[in-house]
């Protein structure tokens, strides 16, 4: 089947702002032939990470709008303007494979329409570009009211967190420490060829420096690695757990963090892993029988601990809650479309529940850590000031740390090009009675 039909097939609902990328892109992605898959995924993640020029360059160039159900149509249009400014595929090409990819989606009638646009930009595009380039949405490719939230945010840093999140991401691994170490894991992949560097903030990290295919990297199958960014890679160690400690991750999928911690503390009593979504969790059990790790998985709301604690207290809570994912948004570039500016407000208050609900079942003495990859204060120290300021039994422990920003409780890590996602991260422990 012709890719670009799939790929405008697969970006649709996603334009229509009624599903993520990553809910049809695993799917659709099958249908591609191997030689066509890389191309496939530059077309879906490339087009919605310059979204916000595309869409006013198709804007310009249509006369009038799109009917709701032809999102197939549009997302063509997206991923033929795509094709002409940044691939280098050749023009005649692009325009001539999403021509025909009109057909393949049976909706043939668009086939003239979208020669027509193509066509247009390919003769207007110096024009067409100068005169949108001072159109803030345009010139940052990303929606006005997320430009605004990051300057207010970050006054000072919102040009650097904008540029990096029109990065491409990089490919970071985790070392699995029982199974191998870094220095033994880096002659791997030089004697496979691979160029690489380490990362700084965390021991177990390699980034790879070129194009890599996951499953292809040495001892993939026999778990001597994970694929998990720099800044994920700090959770696990701010726990610091003695043998023996029974040891909760809520909101686990898909298990990273909490493969993590079983490879750096093999002694601790139990994990229990708890996430609210059955096909995530499945995940987590894959990931786990790849690693040759166990763990307690339950499938539950970490907001309703009654449903799913025994009432045995944990030593360590890792709670990383649900977020707008604001330091990913290179990884899940569709973020940029589904988040709207009343999201912050919501997810702030589900935060405030989750950790109000599961620090209950925390020890006295035990600690939790309260994650997220945001980088909106609102979801970050507001919740954790709000929830110290009404638990005097809850104390901040600050992090010592050289990597990140201290903030006033808690650190903060921004998206880097080239480097770490964004991530916040703050430890709690709970006072002795």
């Not at 799109?66 to 033929?80: E, F, N, T």
């Not at 939230?149 to 840093?157: D, F, L, M, S, V």
């Not at 994650?371 to 204060?377: D, L, M, R």
């Amino acid at each position: 089947m012709n890719t670009r039909a799939i790929a405008a097939s697969t970006l649709a609902p996603v334009l229509g702002g009624k599903a993520s990328l990553s809910s049809g892109f695993n799917l659709q992605i099958q249908q591609i032939e191997p030689r066509e898959k890389a191309f496939f995924q530059e077309l879906c993640f490339g087009s919605l990470r310059t979204f916000h020029q595309l869409d006013r360059l198709a804007t310009t160039l249509i006369d009038k709008p799109l009917r709701s159900k032809d999102q197939d149509v549009y997302a063509l249009i997206i991923l033929g303007l795509y094709q002409l400014r940044e691939l280098r595929v050749p023009d005649h090409a692009a325009i001539s494979e999403c021509v025909e990819a009109a057909k393949k989606i049976k909706k043939p009638w668009a086939s003239k329409l979208v020669n027509a646009v193509l066509r247009h930009y390919q003769r207007r595009n110096k024009e067409l570009e100068a005169q949108l380039a001072e159109d803030n949405s345009f010139y940052w490719s990303h929606p006005d009211w997320l430009i605004d939230e990051i300057q207010r945010a970050w006054p000072e840093q919102w040009q650097t967190i904008l540029s990096a999140n029109n990065s491409r991401p990089p490919l970071t691994i985790r070392i699995n420490p029982l199974k191998t170490d870094r220095a033994t894991y880096r002659k791997c992949l030089q004697n496979a060829g691979h160029e690489f560097k380490e990362t700084e903030a965390s021991h177990n990290g390699i980034q790879l420096l070129g194009q890599a295919v996951v499953s292809d990297l040495p001892g993939y199958e026999n778990g001597l690695f994970s694929v998990q960014d720099e800044g994920a890679q700090l959770a696990a160690h701010l726990l610091s757990l003695a043998p023996g400690s029974r040891v909760l991750d809520a909101c686990c999928a898909p298990g990273g963090k909490a493969a993590h911690i079983l490879e750096i503390d093999p002694q601790i009593g139990e994990l229990v892993c708890i996430d609210i979504d059955e096909t995530r969790m499945q995940r987590v059990e894959e990931n786990f029988n790849r690693l040759g790790l166990e763990a307690t998985l339950k499938v539950g709301d970490a907001a309703q601990p009654q449903d799913w604690w025994d009432g045995r207290h944990f030593d360590g809570i890792l709670l990383d809650v649900p977020c707008s994912a604001s330091g990913v948004i290179r990884r899940h570039p569709d973020i940029k479309l589904l988040r709207q500016s009343g999201d912050l407000q919501q997810l702030a208050s589900l935060q405030a529940r989750i950790l109000r609900s599961v620090w209950d079942c925390l020890s006295p003495g035990g600690i939790l850590v309260y994650a997220t990859c945001s980088i909106f204060p609102q979801e970050n120290e507001k919740v954790v000031l709000d929830f110290l300021n009404s638990h005097d039994n809850a104390l901040h422990d600050p992090i010592a740390a050289k990597w990140g920003e201290e903030r006033t409780v808690g650190r903060q890590l921004l998206p880097q090009k080239d480097g770490h996602d964004g991530f916040y991260y703050a430890r709690l422990i709970k006072k002795h009675h």
